[in-house]
């Protein structure tokens, strides 16, 4: 299905991401890992055969203009970008510093940003090139003690919109999927430091209708349809993969 794209997928150090790049190289896509975590995209590299490491930080404009340029220039081209790399934060707005809100938006808002920016060029000049962002759920209903995370994925929607109309003639499809509550590492970080996590759990799946967490498979399956041929006429959408918590 993805047969002879290449696709950049950001955040594939770990949860959705991986699940993600995984989920191309099995449909046959050509993928550039890029993270932070370095050693985490190597150690993915090595289990996806072509695969191309690129460890930057999503935050910082030129190294991401240079990790894009180089896995242009490896893979001769680029069809598709997924943003996936972005960071939570639990805090009362009253305690959230300046520096706090500025490295949320920094990463969720201003990572996608970076990378879009870069890679426009070489999406606008293949054939029927896609971008697909991941906000988050919480960027359509608001959560209590995230205000900065909250607004960097509505922001994050809203680029997706507003891009997706300003290259709809000549450039990329641009979408974005608004998971829910996923069981990753940034999930487990969130409840597993409560006075009692189970109860903090509990708390978490009792969000959504279906009363429970989804998977990264989940989301990596939303990804798929938006970054594949099945979804030609689709741009500017909003995918709620949340197990029905935004829409009540
Ligand atoms: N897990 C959930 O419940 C959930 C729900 C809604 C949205 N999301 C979103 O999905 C995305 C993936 O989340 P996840 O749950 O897989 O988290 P995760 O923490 O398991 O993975 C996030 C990955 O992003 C990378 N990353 C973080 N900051 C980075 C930076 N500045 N530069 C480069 N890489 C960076 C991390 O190293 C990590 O590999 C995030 O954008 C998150 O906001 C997650």
Known sequence: MLK???????????????????LFHARGARVALMDRNGPAVERLAEDLPGALALPCDV????????????????????????????VDLVRDFATTTPEDWQRVMDVNLGGPVNICRAALPALCAAE?????????????????????????KAA????????????ARNGPRVNVVCPGIIDTPMLRVSYEHAADP????REIVARPAMGRAGEPADIAEAALYLTGPGSGFVTGTVLTVDGGRAFH
């Not at 002879?4 to 995984?22: F, H, K, M, N, P």
């Not at 189970?198 to 759990?201: E, F």
């Open 4 to 22: 002879t794209r290449r696709i950049l997928v950001s955040g594939a150090g770990s949860g959705i991401g991986e699940a993600i790049a995984r």
């Open 59 to 86: 935050s910082d404009a030129a190294g991401v203009a240079a990790a894009v340029a180089r896995s242009v220039e490896t893979m001769a081209g680029l069809d598709g970008v997924v943003n996936v790399a972005g």
């Open 128 to 152: 029927g090139a896609t971008i697909v962002n991941i906000a988050s759920a919480a960027g359509l209903r608001p959560l209590a003690q995230r205000t900065a995370y909250c607004t960097s």
């Open 156 to 167: 994050l929607v809203m680029f997706t919109k507003a891009l997706a109309l300003e290259v």
């Open 198 to 201: 189970a109860a903090a759990y």
